[in-house]
């Protein structure tokens, strides 16, 4: 069990204001941060996370909070056209999605190799002796599945 003061001593240093939060007030606007600092505190009803993640994120909450009262509510600054990671997160959690780097006008298909090139791969990646028992199974669930496409596939090419 995680100690009270190692509790504080995570939130204390997740509270510092770092140089990600001083680009962020430049990317964002007051209600942006406030959004970003309740989703931090929200985070910390997940009963998943650990005593330490939680006071990590309430370290958080109050950073960016400080940034929010440092900045005023009348804060909104121009929008880059770049922006950072935290800055489509605080904007994800105040309700409003950046608009998109340039318009979408195709889609790109993915060329995939046929199943057979598929399924020789993964019998060759099968006799590697090196192969972890996780990626051993992935692999051989991946060429049963494969195999039953290629049955069913032949299976309904005789049918016509």
Known sequence: MTQPNSLYQIFE??????????????????RHLVALADMYTEWTLDERLSPEQKAQCLGRAKAVRSVAEDVGPDWNPP?????????????????????PRKPVTTVETVKRPPRSELILRLEQRLKNPH???????????????????DAWDAARAKKG
Do not use: F, M, Q
């Open 13 to 30: 240093e997740a509270s510092r204001p770092g140089p990600g939060l001083e680009t962020l007030k430049e990317e964002v606007g007051y």
């Open 79 to 99: 929008r880059p056209e770049d922006l950072s990671v935290l800055a489509i997160a605080a904007l994800a959690a105040s309700g409003e999605c950046p608009p």
């Open 131 to 149: 192969l972890s028992d996780a990626a051993r199974n992935d692999c051989e669930v991946s060429l049963r599945r494969l195999k039953k496409l």
